[in-house]
């Protein structure tokens, strides 16, 4: 089956880094993507990874390990604004072949003062 | 249109009555995804359209929801017989259909409809 985990609050305090983990099990890989959803609003696309390593944007930063079905979300600098839920998602590969992607429960995360 | 758009974007409803929830994706995305996200829990896959056709409807809870996309474009969720447990934000989501890779495959969402059964 397909399960992906992630913690589901987190507490951190402002101009502090958080790393928020996904671990996940599917039917293989096709890829792994991060959103961050604020209250009431869509997911927006933060990063993505297909190969392993980090993959560095401005503040946020995000790393894969395919062998061992492993993620993280780093989030350096943190501001108020960055208090949301965080989904990860990963793209399994389906003989049928299409782009479905299995979510996270997602993380609440809190910025502190 | 530049984003995906849904409508409306609350929607109370009583219990037995049947409603209709509308997503207009981004113009030249074939794919095209209904999700469904309760409080506190993930986003639950519902169905997926490529073109006017639905590949992948094992998402949907019951035969009390179905789903019709026309010309490639507007998709409509339609719900019947509403029960209190299908009070959630439906979110719809849409992304071209290929190459499956890059940044680029991953979704665009829309604003979601929250719906609420009393």
């Known amino acids: 089956g397909q399960n992906i985990d992630q913690p589901t609050e987190m507490t951190a305090t402002e101009g502090a880094i958080v790393q928020i983990n996904c671990t996940y099990q599917t039917s293989g890989f096709n890829g792994l993507f991060w959103y961050q959803q604020h209250a009431g609003e869509a997911p927006t696309f933060l990063s993505y990874n297909v190969l392993d390593g980090l993959e560095e944007k401005g503040r946020f930063s995000s790393f894969l390990s395919r062998s061992k079905g492993y993620s993280y979300l780093l989030l350096k600098e943190l501001q108020m604004k960055d208090s949301a839920s965080y989904l990860c998602?990963?793209?399994?590969?389906?003989?049928?072949?299409?782009?479905?992607?299995?979510f996270g429960a997602g993380t609440r995360l809190a910025v502190h003062p | 249109g530049a984003g995906v758009s849904q409508s409306p974007s609350n929607k109370v409803t009583e219990k037995g009555k049947d409603v209709e929830l509308r997503c207009d994706p981004i113009s030249g995305h074939t794919a095209l995804y209904w999700y469904r996200q309760s409080l506190g829990q993930g986003l639950e896959f519902l169905i997926y359209?490529?073109?006017?056709?639905?590949?992948?409807k094992s998402g949907l809870p019951s035969d009390r929801f179905s789903a019709e996309r026309t010309g490639g474009s507007v998709s409509t969720l339609t719900i019947q017989r509403t029960q209190q447990e299908d009070s959630a934000v439906y979110l719809c989501?849409?992304?071209?259909?290929?190459?499956?890779?890059?940044?680029?495959?991953?979704?665009?969402f829309g604003s979601g409809t929250r719906l609420t059964v009393v």
């Open positions: 359209f490529q073109g006017n056709s639905a590949p992948d």
């Open positions: 989501a849409s992304s071209p259909h290929s190459p499956y890779r890059g940044p680029g495959s991953g979704y665009t």
């Open positions: 998602a990963v793209r399994p590969m389906f003989s049928g072949g299409y782009n479905k992607l299995i």
